[in-house]
């Protein structure tokens, strides 16, 4: 039988990272965060940083890498914020483009989908969203005044990233491709790519899972125009949020701006390849021609 694993006291836990080569010099300090943030969710911030099983980098410290899951959750934070814009000017681009060449509940009919669409499980999905949120005012109006009859634009407030993600895929291939033109102009297999690695990105950042030195599981497809080819880390997924955010003056002020302000204010703790950021990252992720 595989051994199992025994809880620790943050003494313990102290010790154990004190065996693998960390740096403590504030025991209170360390002890103060432990009890906040649990053992097993910051040694994984640690893993940029190990060398090999149980052993950490020579001069690895407690604090910096509290640093790191400082900068971590800054990170978190300017991304999940510009990743709501993309989310919801794709709701409206969506249900925009279907309702007007569909009607506003065509999407209850299986043929205005491609034929790879499962049509029971999206309705079965359409039921369970209208139930667990049958408290909200705006159900409870559609289902009174209209018998539950929600026009496309309203039901997808009620819709997931990975819901909203898997109803373009579902599109016809020519509905897919004017609205990825008119959109953003770019190809329909480039937005797609595109959503689920944004869907993926957003799930990483509400469950609060670490970015720094992490990779996701789609490859970004390579924005037209762009030098290289992209990589499924965090510089990768920006490029790709870049692509798909509508404001320009906005995306420098409220995504380049602050990032690179926190990578300054960190930049003897936090390493670019990290992140997966070349040296002329900021000139990347940058609208220039506004």
Not at 11 to 28: F, H, P, S, W
Request: proline share 3%; charged share 25%.
């Amino acid at each position: 039988m595989a051994k199992k694993k025994l809880p620790a006291t943050i003494k313990e836990q102290i010790a154990k990272l004190r065996e693998r080569g960390c740096i403590i010099e504030d025991q209170k300090y360390a002890e103060e965060t432990l009890k906040y943030i649990n053992y097993f969710r910051l040694s994984n911030y640690f893993q940029p940083f190990t060398v090999s099983k149980d052993r950490y980098e020579a001069g690895t410290t407690f604090e910096n890498i509290m640093r790191v899951y400082e900068f971590d959750r800054k990170l978190r934070s300017i991304l999940i914020a510009a990743l709501e814009e993309i989310e919801i000017a794709l709701r409206a681009a969506i249900s925009n483009y279907h309702a007007l060449k569909y009607g506003a509940l065509g999407y209850l009919n299986s043929s205005n989908f491609d034929f790879r669409h499962n049509h029971n499980a999206f309705m079965s999905k359409i039921r369970h969203l209208v139930e667990t949120n049958e408290d909200r005012a705006f159900v409870k109006h559609y289902n009174n005044k209209y018998q539950g009859d929600f026009p496309l634009w309203v039901i997808m407030e009620l819709f997931s990233f990975g819901t909203l993600a898997f109803f373009y895929k579902d599109m016809h291939n020519a509905d897919k491709k004017e609205l990825a033109d008119t959109y953003y102009s770019c190809g329909s297999s480039d937005l797609d790519n595109w959503i689920f690695c944004l869907n993926e990105l957003r799930n990483y950042c509400a469950h609060y899972n670490r970015l720094y030195g992490n990779t996701f599981p789609v490859l970004p497809k390579k924005p037209r125009g762009l030098r290289y080819e992209l990589d499924s880390d965090v510089f990768g997924y920006i490029m790709v949020m870049k692509q798909l955010y509508h404001n320009k003056v906005d995306w420098n002020t409220k995504v380049v701006k602050p990032l690179a302000r926190s990578i300054k204010n960190n930049s003897d703790v936090i390493r670019l390849e990290h992140l997966g950021f070349p040296d002329d990252w900021e000139e990347e992720i940058t609208f220039n021609d506004i």
